[in-house]
């Protein structure tokens, strides 16, 4: 069973902190690496995607990806109360058919 | 361009009664995904097409649950009868066929309560 796990939070952060989201995965044949932002009551939205080891820059958020260990993450630099949503997590596995196999999420406060 | 459109937004009905939710892919993306959310379960993949073929229906709960593509820009996703414990938001994606970093984009979703 693939698995891809996330602290459901809520973490809470004050503004303009750094904000730190953890997901991990269970499968090492994993191809890609996805991070969607879901604010309440709306659908989720794509912030970024990362397939190589390291980081992945793209404004104020940076993923970081380290297959060694099956760890992804997603730092929120300069956090903003607009920041406040639930991450997913989503990984695709080698041979899935393109399956997405999403994390529960972690809900972030930013609190002004 | 327009977005993912799902119809309806919003639908109440009794137990045992058919639900049919509606999907209009982006023009020109040639994956479409059929999700149900919960608080419970997150995310559940219920099936997903690649130009209008089902590829996977692995998710789909039960015989209750059936999906349709006829052309590629229209899916239903029907349950029939409904049941209480099928209450949750449906969402419908849809993505251009561009390997393993393709990108998803969501509907607004179909919010179900069974009765």
């Known amino acids: 069973q693939k698995e891809v796990e996330q602290n459901s939070g809520p973490l809470s952060v004050p503004e303009g902190a750094i904000a730190s989201l953890n997901c991990t995965y269970s499968?090492?044949?994993?191809?890609?690496f996805f991070w969607y932002r879901q604010y309440s009551g709306k659908s989720p939205e794509l912030i970024m995607f990362i397939y190589s080891n390291g980081d992945k820059e793209d404004g104020r958020f940076t993923a970081q990806l380290n297959k060694a260990s099956q760890y992804v993450s997603l730092l929120i630099r300069d956090s903003q109360p607009s920041d406040s949503a639930t991450y997913l997590c989503a990984v695709i596995y080698a041979g899935n058919n393109r399956k997405l196999i999403w994390g529960l999420g972690t809900s972030l406060a930013v609190n002004p | 361009d327009a977005g993912v459109i799902q119809s309806p937004r919003h639908e109440v009905t009794e137990m045992g009664q058919e639900v049919t939710l509606r999907c209009k892919p982006i023009?020109?993306?040639?994956?479409l995904f059929w999700y149900r959310q919960t608080m419970m379960r997150g995310l559940e993949l219920l099936i997903y097409?690649?130009?209008?073929?089902?590829?996977?229906d692995s998710g789909m709960p039960e015989d209750r649950f059936s999906a349709k593509m006829p052309n590629a820009s229209f899916s239903t996703l029907k349950i029939q009868p409904s049941e209480p414990r099928d209450s949750a938001v449906y969402f419908c994606?849809?993505?251009?066929?561009?390997?393993?970093?393709?990108?998803?984009?969501f509907g607004p979703g179909t919010r179900l309560t069974v009765l």
């Open positions: 994606a849809s993505s251009l066929r561009e390997g393993s970093t393709d990108t998803q984009y």
């Open positions: 499968d090492r044949g994993s191809q890609s």
């Open positions: 097409f690649n130009n209008n073929v089902p590829i996977d």
């Open positions: 023009s020109g993306h040639n994956s």
